[in-house]
């Protein structure tokens, strides 16, 4: 998907096309926005906020895809530049059981509550798992608690990443016991379990984790639209399912 940027200097090499008098002012003034600031727009040298980037989208005549899609790439953009809070073993080990960042997801529901009984029924573990949990967060600075609701206040949590981690391990090896029980209980049409089986160019698996990422920034984008009513996991495996031959 083309940026906004992009699209806007396709249409007004479009519209120049069939009119060479048509400028960029011209274009500025359709748009309802200054020659300085399309301009910058366009160069990439300036982004765009969501209201904008709507009043735009609908002078355009964008489908309600095509949309989403600018909607998402803004968002992943602001979230390479987002900063986040990036946990050392020691902090991650606290909370490496799935369900604290399942916590941290309630918390942006609209109807959540700090009432470990609601978390607990809501995410099917214990009442003491749920306090456990609650308290533990609150003590690392990570959500706080106001009028009866919950919310996170630290900077997106990161962990670091391709190197030995026992603590990550565990969180993963947990996920995918979750994965395990969810496709023998939950109906097919609230999951959607897919996999291919490849030959691959190992070469490319920086890249293949890169593109992986982006995917699953979008898929948030795309998921956290609108109204929240419930928490999700996504999961991606990629991993051999052969023994490498000795040379």
């Known amino acids: ?82 900063k986040t809070t990036v946990l050392r073993e020691d902090q991650f080990r606290l909370i490496s059981d799935w369900h604290h960042y399942a916590i941290l ?7 959540n509550q700090a009432d470990p009984r609601w978390i607990a029924q809501r995410l099917n573990i214990k009442v003491d798992e749920a306090n456990e949990a609650i308290a533990r967060l609150q003590r690392m600075g ?14 997106p949590l990161n962990t670091t990443s391709d190197i030995p981690s026992s603590s990550i391990r565990r969180y993963h090896k947990g996920i995918l016991g979750l994965a395990q029980n969810r496709i023998d209980h939950i109906p097919v049409d609230r999951r959607h379990f897919t ?14 984790k890169r593109i992986t990422q982006e995917y699953k920034d979008d898929m948030a984008n795309l998921l956290e639209e609108g109204s929240l009513d419930d928490v999700y996991q996504l999961s991606i495996q990629l991993f051999p399912l052969t023994v490498k031959e000795s040379k």
Do not use: C, H, W
């Open 1 to 82: 998907m083309k940026d906004i940027g992009k699209i806007l200097k396709v249409e007004l090499e479009r519209r120049q096309k069939n009119n060479r008098a048509y400028s960029l002012r011209s274009f500025a003034a359709y748009l309802g926005v200054s020659p300085a600031t399309l301009s910058q727009i366009i160069s990439g040298k300036r982004g765009v906020s969501f209201k904008r980037l709507n009043m735009i989208m609908e002078k355009l005549g964008l489908t309600p895809k095509e949309q989403s899609r600018a909607l998402r790439a803004i968002k992943r953009k602001k979230q390479e530049n987002q």
């Open 142 to 155: 990570i959500i706080q608690i106001s009028e009866g609701r919950f919310r996170q206040v630290a900077d």
């Open 105 to 111: 997801s309630l918390g942006e529901l609209d109807d």
């Open 195 to 208: 996999s291919i089986t490849m030959a691959v160019n190992t070469s490319n698996l920086e890249e293949a």
